[in-house]
């Protein structure tokens, strides 16, 4: 059975970064896009950024300030977050998506990794 696990996630001050990983064991991801959402306290789940086999894309708070990549030979996606903001505050997780376009539904979810800027 697939599964998803993020880490990377802790406490770190604004300003600071951040670089998430989500390892996926069981079948290869690699013909699948990969989403990061993420839930900050007290707010719905929202879309951060996704990838697939030709494009990224990115939600506009993400935009120039987080990349998303990955490395199919260890079936893993990154999330890389710079310039932290405490907004930025929130459970992060990934989940892959039904097919290889990024606009299509979710089929696995993570667990989530925590997330807290803050001075």
């Known amino acids: 059975q697939t599964q998803l696990v993020e880490s990377g996630g802790g406490l770190v001050r604004p300003g600071g970064s951040l670089r998430l990983s989500c390892a996926a064991s069981?079948?290869?991801?690699?013909?699948?896009?990969i989403n990061w959402f993420r839930q900050a306290p007290g707010k719905e789940r929202e879309y951060v950024s996704c990838?697939?086999?030709?494009?990224?894309t990115y939600a506009d708070f993400a935009k120039g300030r987080f990349t998303i990549s990955r490395d199919n030979a260890k079936n893993t996606v990154y999330l890389q977050m710079n310039t932290l903001k405490p907004e930025d505050t929130g459970v992060y997780y990934c989940?892959?998506?039904?097919?290889?376009?990024?606009?299509?539904?979710?089929?696995?979810w993570g667990q989530g990794t925590q997330v807290t800027v803050s001075s």
């Open positions: 990838i697939s086999s030709s494009i990224t």
């Open positions: 989940a892959a998506s039904l097919s290889s376009v990024c606009s299509s539904g979710i089929a696995f």
């Open positions: 069981g079948a290869s991801m690699a013909y699948r896009a």
